[in-house]
């Protein structure tokens, strides 16, 4: 995989299907002129309604302790690269992993008296800030390190490396399919599929409420299940394609102007050298 910032991925003949961040056998790098640019959008009322909260959510249930949620340096996925010991923002991995860990049980999604925690991450870009709100009901252990891995600081200059645009079309060249998102959070900042660990991976976790619209927040993954960690992305295309294949854990509650203007610069930077998108900041909070 290239480790261009800005990876493009264009799909134009008929395949079986698309798959998770990366996947597939689409080339990057290719320029801008050749993106087709007839992306459908969504309201922020479409947003809020897109994932909705089951009433039986029972946040203690879904609770695992760390070591049962996560799967361990020892037990690597298969094709995953080793967890690097520094990330590019010059983080230890083994301290942001320790912290992680150390962090997971202070984590809740509701009170003593059974009342939900409602959780945000707020990005703070070059181009503006970005509110993710957590849907725990869809994916808990990959909200809790979402959160887990903000308060640790993990997020801080880290910087939206790569972006994902893929068409599937049909032999009469009709759109069948299409992906466009964001994604961040690569340890070595390159954007790379196989990166993204920090000495565990999560566990696979999928929801049939988890519904791949505009908005929605998931763990990048390759082909093996168990290999969401630190990468996520935001996406910026109605995919029901994908369904039940990322983890979905969040949705974007605020800022998704500004989501969508990082793809379109992104997009039209191409491999020009026009630095990635930075996250100034991540700073998570909760309400009841």
Known sequence: MSTNHWARLIVPVAL???????????????????TVSTVQTASTAEIKNAAPVSKQFDAKAVHLPFDQAIRPADQPPAGADRPPDTTFTGLSVFKIMRQVRDDWDNIRFSDEAGKQIIWTVSLETEQGPIEITMLPQLAPNHARNFIALARA???????????RQEELVDNSGQVTARVEQLEAGCPLGTGETAGGGLGYWLRHETNPEAGHAV?????????EADTGCSRFFILLSDSPHLNGHQPIFGKVTKGLDVAKAILKSSSESGDAGKPPVLIQNAKAGSTR
């Open 16 to 34: 079986a299907g698309l798959t998770g961040c990366g996947a597939g056998s689409s080339k990057p790098g290719t320029s801008a002129a050749e």
């Open 153 to 163: 600081g993990y997020y801080k200059g880290m910087r939206f490396d790569r972006i």
């Open 215 to 223: 908005g929605m927040v998931g763990a990048c993954r390759d082909e």
